[in-house]
């Protein structure tokens, strides 16, 4: 491993690539209904610009960003608006968000949304317009709206490319280095016009040797075709050790910077964007096409046809399972992305979005499974863990509820990669006890917070009422005052009114 | 939006990959790695040893049994995690090897009922259970515990299984015994040392080797070999280990190079008495060492160090067991300040207030 720097932890964990891995990338025919989400990303849903009846060309604007950290959704087929109402997103299970649902009418042909642009003719702002504009979000999962991260508040270095595709099982972005590698490099061009970086270096793991040479191909082709000296475009193969492909460890393993805790790349120079993403900003600039479809890996021993496909947003992942020649088990755990992060889906009705790099199909396990036994403070899940915490400490702290000491052991910090739990030999579910912590801490949070604001609007309150009282006090006490001084000697109105108006500051002030 | 309870076992997720060898496998190979030292003990100083692994084996799943149904806990699935067997054999392996049948048996009652399920069982004990067992009876019992077997080589007529099992259930008794034992090589270094005898003088006697006591070098060499197997597999760290090894090694070369008549060399320290079985299967129970990587090498320094004042300057020929407890102690403290730097953080924070 030369020139690369080796981040903490990590596993060495068996590939199961080869199911999905070698053929092309299957185009999916549309569903009858697509289901889109107003939130299918990180931060603000977007706003619905479409109304039930409706005709859309596929492409077209359905829903428009509501806010700097959000995304505008595309209709992903030709059809009809039939519903604008809740239904069940895959992320997380069981909570329903508004979506767009779009009846197919056959209409097959793209509507260009944009004109295509030069990507050297056209200024940087029209370039990370043209990325907002397009609805483009991380599609490594993190769905991390893209244009956001494309102003960044200090000088770039680094634009990382993430080929990195470290869960077993998933190859969907390495399906689409192989197949569009020109996509990859022509997105990252736009990219490293847009952060003004020195350099891009494009990460793939070396267990993708194809792809590798594929994007290796398709820099050299550009240095041959263009007349001018091309920009320092680097294929880079990191070792295969899960997460490689985190955000933070793949930074720290190309630059040997690490990301500050509870920081972002851009604080280190370094802009780090998926090579789907990266393919999709290619589309948006060069084709003019929103972000209306994305490819997913469906994949598992439970699947009949593992493949990639050409999937469009919204469709249920019932659809592409019939796609992928049905599932072979009887019973049937799905799960969206890998098996090492991903998630248990409830329900096939649910949707593919723009997050879902996989669909991964597995008999449910007819054994019981293993006994959660004490832990035995063997310390594995901190030899494991790549982010240098300790699982142990956290999960005897989210264990006995002691929930204020979960922030000084860095629970946010936990990005939830599965190491800890895999490595277990207690078997102890640790990264299901660190997301209920989370959002035990996170309820916390806002509870406190509700409760300053109320304590704080009481005690406003309070010095109100205690103002009030003491003016009508002295108001009283000057009337009182007044009434008196007759006897003795006659004040004039003049004075009474002085006396009245003026409001008890020493009174107040000494209170 | 309230989170399923993560106890709940349908609540589990991700991720969805086969799960890691259980506990019970890991105890598995802890014994399997004891098996060289143990061979090593029995061909060396006969059968004693294996009456008091098979003693303390049985009367260890017998109280962990009970104390389990007292405890209202699933007993077969805690018995098969293998953990008891494993603190009843290292004690074993502490006890003379021709012991009276109750001495094994009491010792597993205090390390089972009184140093484990009394705290909690499993994965909540502070202190570890076979170094508790084997110092309460060292300190109850110091005359049975201090009457050692001669290696073989030096018996006239060394006691064949029968005999032995036959000593130890008629609950010992001196009758001859007197010729199959004599103080251990530790004991002996210290007496010698107190008379002021040359170091030359002391290590002439029958009961030194080579390098170590006589037998026992062989016994610490096979330890450390099924030691190092456990480190490669990475069922234990190396950190405890080389930290304890290393600090012993360096305090014992600095004495000995101060007074080579009066300090054993450190090739004798590391070879002899508990070393290598308290290196690598007793220092490193996981349940009481320290946990984070800093921790477990001050940890291991303190046992090393805390050998070797006890074997030189204090009141016991070996000094693991206290050691090992001593050093216990401080494992809150250490896991508390001695954790690593969360990636990204500038400093380790220590801030804490556990």
């Known amino acids: ?511 | 939006m309230k989170a399923h309870d993560p106890l709940r076992v349908d609540a589990a997720g991700a991720p969805y990959i086969t799960p890691a060898p259980g506990v019970g496998r890991v105890m598995v190979l802890v014994v399997a790695a004891l098996v060289p030292g143990i061979a090593a003990h029995v061909a060396l100083f006969g059968w004693g040893l294996l009456v008091n692994i098979t003693l303390a084996v049985a009367a260890a799943l017998v109280f962990e049994a009970l104390m389990l149904a007292i405890r209202g806990r699933p007993v077969v699935s805690f018995l098969a995690d293998g953990s008891a067997v494993v603190t009843a054999v290292l004690l074993a392996l502490c006890l003379p090897p021709m012991a009276p049948w109750w001495l094994p048996v009491t010792g597993a009652f205090i390390a089972i009922v009184g140093a484990k399920q009394l705290y909690g069982g499993l994965g909540y004990n502070p202190f570890n259970p076979a170094m508790a067992g084997y110092a309460v009876l060292l300190i109850a019992f110091p005359l049975e515990l201090s009457t050692r077997t001669l290696p073989l080589a030096l018996q006239q007529a060394p006691p064949d299984l029968a005999a032995t099992i036959a000593y130890s259930l008629g609950g010992g008794g001196a009758a001859g015994l007197d010729a199959m034992t004599a103080a251990t090589p530790l004991d002996r270094l210290r007496t010698g040392v107190g008379l002021g005898q040359a170091m030359a003088e002391i290590r002439a006697a029958p009961v030194f080797g080579a390098l170590a006591g006589r037998g026992m070098e062989w016994v610490n060499l096979a330890f450390l070999a099924g030691g190092v197997v456990l480190v490669a597999l990475r069922i234990i760290s190396w950190h405890i280990p080389v930290s304890m090894l290393a600090t012993l090694a360096a305090v014992a070369g600095i004495a000995h190079l101060a007074g080579p008549e009066h300090y054993a060399d450190p090739l004798f320290h590391l070879l002899g008495g508990a070393t290598m079985l308290g290196a690598f299967f007793i220092a490193t129970d996981p349940v009481t060492a320290a946990t984070t990587p800093a921790g477990k090498l001050v940890y291991g320094a303190g046992i090393g160090l805390l050998i070797y004042a006890i074997r030189a300057w204090g009141g016991y020929p070996d000094g693991v067991a206290f050691a090992v407890l001593l050093m216990g102690l401080t494992v809150p403290l250490l896991d508390t300040y001695l954790r690593p730097r969360i990636f990204g953080a500038r400093r380790a924070r220590v801030r804490d207030g556990s």
């Open chain 1, 1 to 511: 491993m030369k020139g690369l720097w080796r981040f903490p932890g990590g596993l060495r964990l068996a590939g199961a690539k080869g199911s999905s891995g070698d053929g092309p990338i299957l185009p999916l025919a549309p569903p009858p209904r697509v289901y889109l989400p107003l939130r299918q990303h990180v931060g603000a849903p977007a706003r619905p610009v479409v109304e039930v009846g409706q005709a859309v060309a596929r492409g077209e604007l359905v829903a428009e960003a509501g806010a700097f950290v959000s995304a505008a959704v595309h209709a992903s087929i030709a059809g009809r608006v039939v519903e604008i109402g809740d239904h069940e997103l895959p992320h997380p299970p069981g909570v329903a968000e508004t979506c767009v649902v779009i009846a197919g009418e056959g209409g097959e042909e793209e509507a260009r949304a944009e004109v295509p642009l030069d990507p050297d003719e056209a200024t940087v702002e029209t370039l990370r317009e043209r990325v907002r504009a397009a609805g483009i979000v991380g599609l490594g999962g993190a769905a991390f709206p893209s244009a956001a991260k494309l102003k960044p508040s200090r000088p770039i270095h680094t634009l990382v490319i993430n080929g990195v595709e470290c869960e077993p099982y998933i190859t969907c972005d390495d399906a689409l280095m192989r197949h569009r590698p020109e996509a990859v490099i022509r997105g990252a061009l736009v990219l490293l016009r847009l952060v003004a970086a020195e350099r891009c270096l494009v990460a793939v793991e070396d267990n993708k040797p194809a792809a590798a040479a594929a994007l290796r191909e398709a820099v050299a082709a550009l240095a041959a075709r263009s007349p001018e000296p091309v920009p320092d475009i680097a294929v880079v193969e990191v070792p295969t050790r899960f997460p490689a492909g985190g955000e933070k460890q793949l930074v720290w393993t190309l630059t040997g910077r690490a990301v500050p805790r509870g920081g972002l790349p851009y604080e280190v120079g370094v802009v780090c964007l998926n090579a789907g993403t990266t393919a999709a900003v290619d589309a948006a600039v060069h084709d003019g096409r929103p972000l209306v479809s994305r490819v997913v890996t469906v994949t598992g021993p439970g699947i009949r046809r593992p493949g990639n496909f050409e999937v469009p947003l919204g469709t249920p992942v019932r659809h592409l399972l019939e796609a992928a020649g049905g599932t072979t088990a009887k019973a049937v755990e799905l799960v969206m992305g890998g098996p090492m992060m991903g998630r248990r889906l409830e329900t096939a009705d649910t949707m593919v979005v723009k997050g879902t790099n996989c669909i991964l199909v597995t008999p449910r396990p007819d054994i019981a499974p293993p006994r959660v036994m004490p832990c035995i403070r063997c310390g594995r899940c901190a030899a494991a863990c790549p982010m240098n915490l300790l699982p142990q400490q956290l999960y005897w702290h989210a264990r006995g509820r002691t929930f204020d000491k979960l922030e000084p052991y860095g629970l946010k910090d936990c990005i939830e990669c599965g190491c800890c739990a895999v490595v277990c030999p207690s078997h102890i579910p640790l990264v299901s006890f660190f997301r209920y912590a989370k959002t035990e801490l996170a309820d916390r949070e806002r509870r406190r917070h509700r409760a300053e604001e109320s304590r704080a609007r009481t005690d406003a309150r309070n010095a109100r009422l205690e103002q009030q009282r003491q003016e009508r006090e002295a108001r009283k006490a000057a009337r009182k005052a007044a009434r008196a001084r007759p006897r003795s000697a006659p004040a004039s109105d003049e004075a009474v009114e002085d006396t009245d108006a003026a409001p008890p500051r020493a009174a107040g002030g000494a209170s």
